[in-house]
């Protein structure tokens, strides 16, 4: 069995609210959007988000800011940034969460006439330097606390952003997080990235896509959804059922109540 969640949906402008509807579904936990203004760590009151996992019988996951660089080469800039992912390391603490989850930054190209050169892999020794300045940062922050800091795919994995991983799974509190739709809207390019370090696979965005289309109920897409909720499973991970809406949340939650019993889901 694993633990299936919801994303916090931008209809919902409360912790209260997301905590409801998940409850309602039977889910397991929410994945609060550190992207939003009521989500930033100095406005989040720890012991009201307590309360409510008390009160609704879940937990939550955080999903950190989209725009996360810490290689950035301005010091000063990747040093807000790093601070920012320590905050959030400090309240996932503080309410006992499993899980952060981040992207990892391409960072600035250069356009050239006939390619893109991304000045993290012009500079690859400065930027690799930087990601293992951040992981050491981040693990002692972390300091034994049951608590995973999860890499997400997104738009394609380039060569050195997957030898940025392999640094930071050197340090046993970082992870990964296999978004699917993602994955299959790049054709599939970071699949075998990701299984070549399955040991490490711990998180799931899953959400069907058709085409570049992303975010779908799940059932509605191009996705073998069922592949991929079987590796879940055998990872022994957990989900966020990825959609966009309350309306394509329920229509995953009932599509996947239908499968339930081939799947041992619990919901």
Same mark, same amino acid.
């Given at each position: ?24 579904? @039977?889910?397991? =936990? ?6 939003? +203004? ?17 009160? =609704? ?23 807000? $940034? ?27 190209? =250069? ?15 400065? $930027? ?49 997080? =296999? ?31 058709? @085409? ?6 799940? @059932? ?40 339930? +019993? ?6």
């Amino acid at each position: 069995m694993i633990d299936l969640g919801m994303p916090t949906l931008i209809e919902l402008r409360s912790p209260e609210d997301c905590a409801r509807l998940c409850r309602e579904l @039977g889910l397991q =936990f929410v994945e609060l959007n550190m992207n939003l +203004p009521q989500y930033q760590t100095d406005r989040i009151d720890p012991s009201r988000l307590q309360k409510l996992a008390e009160e =609704f019988r879940l937990y939550f996951t955080l999903h950190l800011d989209e725009n996360l660089n810490p290689a950035d080469f301005n010091p000063r800039i990747a040093e807000a $940034y790093t601070h920012t992912a320590l905050d959030a390391i400090c309240l996932a603490r503080a309410l006992d969460s499993p899980i952060l989850n981040m992207h990892l930054s391409r960072g600035v190209y =250069f356009t050239l006439p006939d390619q893109k050169v991304f000045l993290f892999d012009a500079y690859r020794e400065r $930027y690799l330097s930087d990601i293992c300045r951040f992981r050491d940062r981040c693990e002692a922050a972390m300091d034994g606390a049951p608590v995973k800091l999860c890499i997400e795919n997104s738009s394609g994995f380039t060569d050195f952003q997957t030898q940025a991983i392999d640094l930071l799974l050197e340090a046993p509190h970082f992870a990964l997080t =296999f978004d699917v739709g993602h994955n299959h809207s790049i054709g599939g390019g970071d699949e075998p990235v990701i299984l070549r370090r399955r040991q490490r696979l711990t998180h799931f965005h899953l959400h069907d896509a058709a @085409g570049r289309k992303n975010h779908l109920p799940l @059932g509605t897409g191009e996705i073998d959804v069922k592949k991929y909720l079987s590796l879940a499973v055998s990872c022994g991970g957990r989900a966020v059922l990825e959609t966009k809406t309350a309306e394509g949340l329920c229509a995953s939650v009932q599509w996947l109540g239908q499968l339930c +019993p081939a799947q041992n889901l619990p919901i």
